[in-house]
Every structure is written in C-alpha cells, then in structure tokens.
C-alpha cells in the first residue's frame, strides 16, 4: 500500500520543468541518411563465444558485445591472415562493448586474446558476403 | 456486482495493461461476463498485433542481435496485443520461472515458450522450462551427470516453481539424481543442442516425496505437481500478481480446488482471481502498485503511444525491472519495493518522454491561455487516455491551473497560446506520473 502526499505534486512541477529539458533533441537528417550497420551479437563466456549471427553483408558492421561470464573478456576482429581490425577492449563481468568496423567480403576471425582464452576456445569466424 | 467504467479499467489493468476510453466505455456496456471471456479467452483466432510496428527512427528491431531491442519487441506485444492477458501472464512466467545472463537468442526462445503455455497446463508448461535451453544452463540443468548431479535446478524446483515448502534436503539431493542426463553439445559459434542422453542418466532407485522408483525426469515434475502442497502454492502465488491483499485461507482452497479439478490449467484460477470481489475493492483508491514494465507498457498503450524511440530499455534498467534480466531466481521483489527514489525518478523522465514524443504531446494552438482551469485539467485528461484520477489529485491540478498565469499581465493572456501550451505539458506530464499513476 503507497499513499502519498498531494503536496509532492507541486514540487513535482518544478522537477518536471527541469527534466523536460533534459529530453535529447531529434536525430539530425544526416543520421537518418547513413547506411544502417548489420549488428552482429556476440555473447562471451569461459570459454567460448556464441554469435547470433555468422554471415553480414558487406559494408558497416556492429558488433554488440555481451560478457556472461565470470571472467574480463575481449572480442578482437582480424583477417584471416592475422591483422587486426579492431577491438573492443577488455569487458567486465556482465557488462557490454559495441564495436563497428567497416568489412570488404571475406572470411573473419572473431578471438578474445585476453590470456589463453582463444586457446580454450573463445574463437569463431564471420562470413561477410558481397 | 454493478459493472462501469471503473471495473473495466481495474481488470485491463489488472489482467493486462490498462484500458483506452474506448475500452472502457464499450466493455462497460457490453457487461461483466461478456468483459471476463473477452479478457481471459482472448479474442477469436488468438492474438494478434495491432497498429504500426516499432521503427526507431527510420530502423526496424532486431531483437536478436541489437542490445536492447529484445525489450522493445516485448514492449510492443505489450502495447499492441490484442490479447494483454497472454502477455501479462507471459511476465508472469518469466518472474516466477526467473532466467538470467543467457544468450539473447535462447531468451527469446523462452519467451516464446511461456507465451505459448501462458493460460494452459501448468504441467506442460513446467516440462516445457525444465527443457529449456536458457533455464536448463542457469541452473546447470545441462551436463548434470550421473556421476555428478546437480542440485540447482531440484531445488528451485520445489522451492520456487512447485511447492515453496514440505520437501528435505534428500528430496533434493534424489530429484537431483532423478533429473540427470540432459547433454549439452556446441560448435564454435554457440550452443547446438542440449538432448537427453540416457547413458548419462542416473537410472538407480531413488525416493521422492515418499514415492520410490526408478524415477526419470518426468517423474518428478508428476510428483511436484501432484503433490499437495502444489496447488495452493501456485495459486496464492498467481494471486500475489493480480491483488495486494492476501487470499484468505477460503479463498486459497477454493482456488486450489479450481486447479486442481481443471487438470492443473492456468486459466481456471486466474479467470477465477479476476472474477474476485477483492480484485474491484476500493475502485475510487487502487492499492497495486504498477511494476515497471506494466508503468511503462501502459502508458504507451493507453495513450495511443507506439514504440519509435529506444528509450524504454535503458529506462526500464533505471526503474529496476529490465525485461531478460531478472536479479535472481527468485525473480523480482513486487510492491512498494519498485517506488525507489531513482525508478520514481525515470518513472518521471517517462512522462517527459510520453508528452514530447508521444500522442500526448502538446500540438502548437492547441491550448489557448484562456481555458478555464476545468477546461485545462480535461484536455490534458483526454489527452492522456482519461487515466483514473482522484478528486483530490484532480483539485491540486485545476489549482496549479488556476495560478499558473499569475505572474501574466492578464491583458497579455488572450495572446500567451505558449504559456496555455505550457500548462498543458505540465498537466500531461504529471497526470502521467501522479501518485494515482502508480498505482492500479
């Protein structure tokens, strides 16, 4: 049971004055017109990755990073030659990272190259198409 | 029992998430038992969704893959079902079958699953979570072995999703054994499967809840269910979510007489709490408080408000009750618990969303400074859905009207449309968050 008083409401007019404020402005034009990325999610665990989708299309790709697990984990994205595209940094425990990179077609390695995580098997790959 | 307007607005809100004006005028109408079959029955042909889908700015969902966007496809069924009760027994499950830090694709999946078994057998319904992916690796249901049982997913078993109480601890220990053999395989992009593999069962002798057998997995959800504690757990349980005050001990019997005689079906005793005279108590003085995810879903739904902006995820988070996220196995804490200062907070910066986004934003000329502060109180009380107000909260808002252009020279009033437009988002505003707004 909650009973309040009415009195708040007032005071409630001032805060709501203020937080009106605070309401972010429309997207710009611009933003509307750029090309939307794929997303890709990404779940970490120990010691394995699960990826919700494996194949994108080509041009701007977001991955959206989420560590279930217990331990740091990263998602670095490289060629299959071994040159790195990108990372996202190490991720705590139940928290998140976005990452986006712009991809050609091709065949990609996702790893965590924290420790020997990749070793145990936090490795995938993702097929970007033309 | 009389049936008006304001029952019919205490059972949308109770059985789903709130009743437009429309609503509740034509099921007040159309009178109780026709109202009752509608909300518990569904209508003809099952749910379906109904106004334009979710576009945030120009982006349809993803909900699989975009962080986020699992929340606001649930929030739209929520908004557009034809069907509320579906999805508010669909919340229900998720809260008392509480499943956590899974992949997005296996939490959708087990969405899809207790909206599937919603209002029907509860034993289908507890066969269908025990082999759920999702559930079966939050609890280490998945690769709990013969030679290493684990007691987890037995304990809340009866704990939480059966019983509640009248088990011991070897009860445990045995559904534990009883419930070996569920095998997970994966492949370098994610979980394959989990199957049942009998040479990984404990096929011994075991004895639970007095019975003794080779008892398997379906044994025991045969013996939790049956067993007689079961149903006046589930029931009380069921209407904990529907009512604030306790049942009754009566009332407890009936109901789990209600279940019991249906076959353990979920809709007997549900139709049975919303038909409750305790459910239409004190219609002028709601005593429920709104968890987050009913404030929300709502308030879009009874304003006219679809979902095109994102920010019902992060705001849900704020509020304490982010969709796929449970704090616990034990799912949420309900009641007051959700009037936190910070989820009173966002539940503020809703409003300002709701009256700058939504359909109950203020047009330009729509609210001359000349309307008399009865005239202001009802636009912005149509304009937000004609929620249930109090005489008191309705007095405290024709006087903030009243003084609101004291400070204007009122030879300038008839010329001030941007100050009556003003008055107009504030009342809005707070009509949409006001202390009535909480609760239902």
């Known amino acids: 049971m909650v009973a309040w008083r009415m009195g708040s409401l007032l005071a409630g007019t001032v805060l709501a004055t203020v937080l009106l404020a605070a309401v972010p402005a429309a997207p710009t034009a611009d933003a509307r017109r750029r090309t939307p990325a794929t997303t890709v999610g990404v779940g970490a665990r120990e010691y394995r990755f699960a990826e919700y989708r ?76 033309r | ?125 507890l066969g269908a979570v025990t082999r759920d992916p999702a559930m079966q690796l939050f609890l280490s249901l998945a690769d709990s072995t013969k030679q290493a049982p684990n007691e987890n997913y037995a304990r809340e078993l009866m704990e939480l999703f059966t019983l509640g109480s009248g088990y011991t601890e070897r009860d445990v220990r045995e559904a534990a054994r009883a419930l070996t053999g569920f095998s997970s395989r994966y492949s370098t992009s994610g979980l394959v499967s989990i199957a049942y593999r009998p040479d990984q069962h404990d096929d011994g002798v075991k004895t639970l809840l007095g019975r003794r057998g080779r008892l398997g997995p379906d044994d025991v959800l045969d013996l939790v269910t049956t067993h007689r504690r079961h149903a006046p757990f589930l029931v009380t349980k069921l209407w904990s979510y529907f009512v604030a005050t306790p049942p009754s001990a009566g009332t407890v019997r009936a109901l789990a007489a209600t279940y019991r005689r249906s076959g353990l079906q979920i809709k007997p005793p549900v139709r049975a709490i919303l038909s409750h005279p305790a459910l239409y108590a004190n219609l002028d003085a709601p005593d429920l408080v709104k968890c987050p995810v009913v404030y929300v879903a709502g308030a879009l739904r009874t304003t006219g408000t679809y979902v095109t902006q994102d920010y019902a995820t992060w705001m849900l988070e704020q509020m304490g009750q982010l969709p796929f996220d449970p704090p616990s196995v034990a799912g949420w804490d309900w009641g007051p618990a959700w009037m936190s200062s910070n989820s009173m907070c966002q539940r503020f910066a809703l409003g300002n969303y709701l009256v700058t986004w939504g359909r109950p934003r203020v047009r330009r000329g729509s609210a001359p400074a000349t309307l008399t502060p009865s005239q202001a109180f009802q636009r912005a009380w149509s304009a937000v859905g004609e929620p249930p107000v109090s005489g008191a909260t309705r007095a405290t808002l024709e006087h903030l009207a009243k003084h609101f252009f004291d400070d204007l020279d009122p030879r300038w009033r008839d010329t001030a449309g941007w100050r009556g437009e003003a008055l107009q988002g504030t009342l809005r505003h707070l009509l949409l968050t006001c202390p009535d707004s909480q609760l239902h």
């Open chain 2, 1 to 125: 029992m009389s049936w008006t307007d304001a029952h019919v607005r205490r059972l949308f809100w109770r059985a789903g998430f709130g009743a437009t004006p429309a609503e509740a005028r034509a099921w007040a109408k159309r009178g109780r038992a026709a109202t009752l079959d509608w909300v518990v029955d569904g209508p003809p042909g099952g749910a379906r969704l109904r106004g334009p889908a979710p576009n945030i700015r120009g982006r349809r969902l993803d909900p699989v893959n975009v962080w986020g966007d699992d929340v606001l496809w649930w929030i739209d069924r929520m908004v557009r079902t034809t069907y509320p009760l579906q999805e508010k027994l669909t919340l229900i499950w998720h809260d008392h079958f509480a499943t956590a830090q899974q992949d997005t694709p296996l939490m959708l999946a087990q969405n899809r699953t207790l909206r599937r078994g919603a209002l029907g057998s509860f034993r289908a319904l």
């Open chain 1, 54 to 129: 494996a194949s994108v299309p080509r041009g701007v790709v977001r991955f959206d990073l989420t560590n279930y697990g217990e331990d740091g984990h990263d998602l670095v994205v490289e060629t299959r030659g071994g040159r790195v595209l990108g990372r996202t940094g190490k991720v705590g425990s139940g928290r998140r990272a976005v990452l986006q990179l712009h991809l050609a077609p091709g065949t990609y390695r996702l790893v965590c190259d924290l420790a020997n995580h990749a070793a145990l098997g936090m490795r995938t790959t993702l097929r970007v198409t």
